[in-house]
């Protein structure tokens, strides 16, 4: 058994380690990058990875490290209000259904089943194709509202499983009203299990806004984000200069893979 | 054959409340007048215009119109080109059709094997390998894949043109390897995440009462594993490549614009941009459709594995 612990601490050592270094990197980017990610050069365009260019520059001279790193934040600033908005509202409306029961339960459990019955990118691109309006809150909102139905199917599970354990009923014959009970009685217990979930939303959500974004019905085009970068370098594959794509490629790749061994680890961490 | 009456009649009416939202989802944003005649035609030549297409009706009458062609398998004409629906479809849907089912195909074949091999190694560095390998694969977004195969085999050894779209009716041979690079792209995350599925399954499996009722009629692990455990490890993953043969061909809609293959993706993308509402509807109608049948399919798959859950 000891062997089993050793793997499921490195998954999530990796993970943790993986994220933590991508987000710093990203959030440094908001505020310095090595270049200025829109400066055009020249001089130096199209130049393979080097200790000047660590990720080598694009057509136009602009140093691609510093694009990432500026982009990135666009992909993490949409992903993160995704989950935060589409968690808060997915984890409430679970807590109410599995709590309460009855009707309403039946009711949303059953609108929430047959969205998730539709590939929620496939229904994504469609909205915000047929919306029309790109730009990064579109994208926000879109996604939101398409992630609460997972949020709400794995807080409704916790909700029904733990309101029928001893404590809660002792809890309702001392009088807590059922808003107390969910928020503070239920809430923090739930947590171990929604936490996964939500570590595994942003790992949904960077790769749906870089779906979205790679069609061009994600963020406009004066915003980058690693979606539409990537798109923007798969015209540039053929002509010779694969490195733009895969370092933009990579990039997600980094970012998904830190959260998914996260969510990993602290899946088996709980078990 | 009750029980799959009523599975029909529930499709048949998310279908109905499906084709009706999308039909006034149009209603409200507007309809492609603006956009075959431009913004500075003339009040008289929008209405006449509006006219002929049939927009000055109202969106129930409408609808119903559409809903009662479209039953009798008329799609309708494209407001735009002014063809039949019909005929815009049927390539770009068989080459869309082809690239899921083949992007199915491998994952299945691929997948199965690797989960019951992971499991029955558990714990051995083949089964470590693999769980670690997955985990990486996993998080390789298809239209990633897409492009590190263009790449590696279409730039670096030069086995395809990235491009190069030969169409089934010219020569099907050729057709079918250049579908297998999109294929692959769409297979791949899928094929890591069915066979981490599997081999949890298979590994719950065997710690089940069961299972040790067949060790202790001397039956050695790997005989209980298949004849046993397997099939009931199936179940879930047979919901779940359900799910994977809906994400496939959502998934294909990104894939076939990376591999300019003609499909069904891009008709709907520009469609939509245009307004052509008969060809949106009927694109996602078809989408619909595949949705439930994949999910009809794997319940009835589902109950011959387990005949417990026909009630």
């Not at chain 2, 692990?221 to 879930?236: E, F, G």
Request: glycine share 8%; aromatic share 10%.
């Amino acid at each position: 058994m000891a062997k089993q612990d050793s793997k499921q601490t490195w998954f999530f050592k990796v993970g943790l380690i993986l994220t933590v270094f991508m987000v710093t990197i990203i959030l440094i980017g908001q505020f310095w990058t090595p270049y200025d990610p829109a400066e055009q050069n020249v001089a130096a365009k199209s130049l393979s990875p080097s200790f000047s260019h660590l990720m080598g520059t694009d057509y136009l001279g602009r140093d691609i490290f510093s694009r990432v790193m500026e982009g990135a934040g666009t992909t993490l600033f949409i992903a993160f209000f995704v989950v935060l908005l589409g968690s808060a509202a997915g984890i409430f409306i679970g807590a109410l259904t599995g709590y309460l029961g009855g009707i309403v339960d039946t009711v949303l459990m059953k609108i929430c089943d047959s969205i998730t019955a539709f590939p929620s990118i496939l229904l994504a691109i469609i909205i915000l194709k047929v919306l029309d309006r790109p730009g990064k809150w579109t994208v926000i909102w879109v996604l939101a509202i398409l992630f609460i139905p997972s949020f709400a199917r794995v807080s409704r599970t916790e909700y029904v499983r733990i309101k029928k354990q001893n404590y809660i009923s002792l809890a309702r014959l001392e009088g807590a009203s059922p808003a107390r009970i969910m928020a503070l009685h239920i809430l923090p217990n739930a947590f171990p299990v929604l936490l996964p979930a939500i570590t595994i939303g942003f790992n949904n959500a960077v790769l749906a806004e870089a779906s979205m974004s790679f069609l061009g019905v994600g963020v406009s085009a004066t915003e980058a984000s690693l979606g539409r970068m990537l798109s923007d370098a798969q015209n540039y594959l053929v002509t010779g200069l694969p490195w733009y794509a895969l370092c933009v490629g990579g990039t997600i790749v980094l970012l998904i893979l830190g959260f998914s061994l996260l969510a990993e680890g602290l899946q088996q961490r709980r078990k | 054959m009750r029980y799959v009456l009523k599975k029909l009649a529930v499709m048949l009416a998310t279908l109905l409340v499906l084709s009706f939202l999308s039909f006034a989802a149009f209603e409200m944003i507007g309809d492609p007048v603006t956009t075959i005649l431009g913004t500075n035609a003339t009040p008289e030549a929008v209405a006449e215009l509006r006219a002929e297409l049939g927009l000055d009706r109202s969106l129930f009458v409408r609808y119903f119109e559409w809903l009662g062609r479209f039953v009798t398998g008329d799609f309708g004409t494209s407001y735009i080109y002014r063809l039949p629906v019909k005929g815009m479809l049927g390539e770009k849907l068989v080459n869309t059709l082809v690239l899921t089912l083949m992007g199915f195909a491998l994952a299945v074949v691929i997948s199965i094997p690797l989960g019951v091999v992971s499991a029955r190694n558990e714990g051995r560095w083949l089964d470590r390998f693999l769980t670690v390998f997955n985990q990486i694969v996993m998080a390789i977004p298809s239209f990633f894949v897409a492009i590190l195969l263009m790449v590696v085999f279409g730039l670096v050894l030069r086995l395809f043109t990235p491009g190069t779209f030969v169409s089934y009716k010219d020569s099907p041979g050729a057709f079918l390897i250049y579908m297998l690079f999109p294929a692959i792209s769409i297979a791949l995350p899928r094929v890591a995440m069915t066979e981490k599925m599997l081999r949890t399954s298979i590994l719950e499996e065997m710690q089940k009462n069961y299972v040790r009722t067949a060790y202790a009629r001397g039956m050695s692990r790997r005989t209980a594993m298949k004849a046993h455990a397997l099939k009931n490890a199936m179940l879930p993953v047979i919901t779940f490549l359900a799910v994977g043969a809906a994400e496939m061909l959502a998934g294909s809609i990104v894939i076939e614009q990376i591999f300019s293959v003609p499909g069904i993706g891009r008709l709907l993308m520009v469609s939509i941009g245009q307004r052509d509402v008969p060809v949106v509807e009927a694109i996602i109608m078809i989408l619909a459709v595949w949705v439930m049948l994949v999910h009809f399919i794997s319940e009835i798959l589902s109950e011959a594995f387990d005949p417990r859950m026909r009630s």
